[in-house]
């Protein structure tokens, strides 16, 4: 029996933006370390030229130095900037089966845009963060609701959305989107939903024909026209690196029924025309 290759079917596609990516590892359940090398690494073999990427030490322990990593980090793989090679070739060859698909992509390091994480269990110094990473040029942050135990209806969520909408500030946000829609909503807010599963998709569309602002990560949108469904220019390429199987969503996307235009706004233009 022929094994399956995921990278015969996802073929020459390349993801320019994703937008759910993380460094760090979670204490409390089996993963991968997720330090920037590796995560990077991954990026590269999935052809994937630029990640947004967000700390979970910020989310889950101390922002202020999870962000400082990121930022750190961003600092040396910008997006104007010329990138070294990730590995060498000897170090980690490619696989027969991938060698022809990978190209030069598998030699370069990723860039990054820097997210920054804010802690909704702190709505006073959620806030007084932002105020520190909008001048060092953080045009996105992250709220991690499930991992920090807050609710949708939580004063903090509405305090950060609002803060967020009045700075233009993009929001990639977790949590069940039938939810956390409800602190956005009015606000004119410009907002990711990085959660949104295929059998909530039908919620999605009905609250974001209110909310031009509002969009969705394509992660969990696996059924048969789930990326048909949602207006084009409403999805946003997210794979959670390393913390999801990143093949998934590219496969998907790849092996969708979008034209190539489209298909390109997802895999990235529309993350870059959100954030700038």
Same mark, same amino acid.
């Given at each position: 029996? +022929?094994a399956?290759?995921? &990278?015969?079917?996802v073929?020459?596609?390349e993801? +320019?933006?994703?937008?759910d =990516?993380l ?6 359940r089996?993963?991968? $370390?997720? +330090?920037?090398e590796? =995560?990077?690494g991954?990026?590269?073999e999935?052809r994937i ?9 910020a989310? %889950?322990?101390?922002?202020r130095?999870?962000? /400082?990593e *990121?930022?750190t980090l961003?600092?040396a793989?910008p997006?104007d #900037?010329r990138?070294?090679p %990730?590995?060498?070739?000897e +170090? ?5 089966s991938?060698a022809?698909?990978a190209? $030069? ?11 920054g994480?804010?802690d909704l ?7 007084r963060e932002?105020?520190?990473? *909008?001048?060092?040029g *953080? ?5 991690f609701p499930?991992e920090? #135990? ?7 969520? &509405?305090?950060?959305?609002?803060k967020?909408?009045?700075l233009?500030? *993009?929001?990639?946000?977790?949590g069940d ?8 909503s009015?606000? /004119?807010?410009k907002?990711?939903f990085?959660d949104?599963h295929?059998y909530h998709? #039908?919620?999605?569309l009905?609250i974001?024909?209110? @909310? ?6 394509? &992660?969990l949108?696996?059924? $048969?026209d789930?990326? @048909?469904?949602?207006p ?7 794979s959670?690196t390393?913390?999801? @199987? ?12 979008l034209?190539p235009? @489209?298909?390109a706004a997802?895999a ?6 959100l954030?700038?």
């Open positions: 029996m +022929t399956f290759d995921a &990278r015969k079917l073929g020459e596609l993801v +320019t933006l994703d937008v =990516v460094v760090g590892a979670y204490p409390d089996d993963g991968p $370390p997720g +330090t920037p590796s =995560v990077l991954t990026l590269a999935q030229r630029t990640g947004a990427i967000a700390s979970l030490r989310a %889950l322990f101390d922002m130095s999870g962000n /400082d *990121v930022l961003a600092s793989h997006l #900037g990138r070294e %990730l590995v060498s070739p +170090t980690v060859p490619p696989s027969p991938d022809s698909a190209g $030069p992509m598998a030699a370069i390091t990723p860039a990054v845009v820097p997210v994480t804010v269990r702190d709505p006073v110094g959620a806030v932002i105020d520190r990473l *909008v001048p060092l *953080v045009k996105a942050i992250r709220l499930d920090q #135990g807050v609710e949708a209806g939580f004063p903090s969520v &509405r305090h950060v959305a609002r967020a909408a009045a233009g500030l *993009v929001v990639l946000t977790g989107v039938r939810r956390f829609w409800q602190p956005f009015g606000l /004119d807010a907002v990711v990085l949104t295929f998709l #039908g919620d999605f009905v974001a024909a209110d @909310e031009p602002g509002f969009h969705t990560s394509t &992660r949108l696996n059924s $048969p789930a990326l @048909e469904t949602v084009p220019d409403r999805l946003l390429y997210g959670r390393p913390h999801y @199987e990143p093949v998934v969503p590219l496969l998907r996307l790849a092996t969708s029924g034209n235009h @489209e298909i997802v990235g233009g529309n993350a870059k025309r954030l700038g």
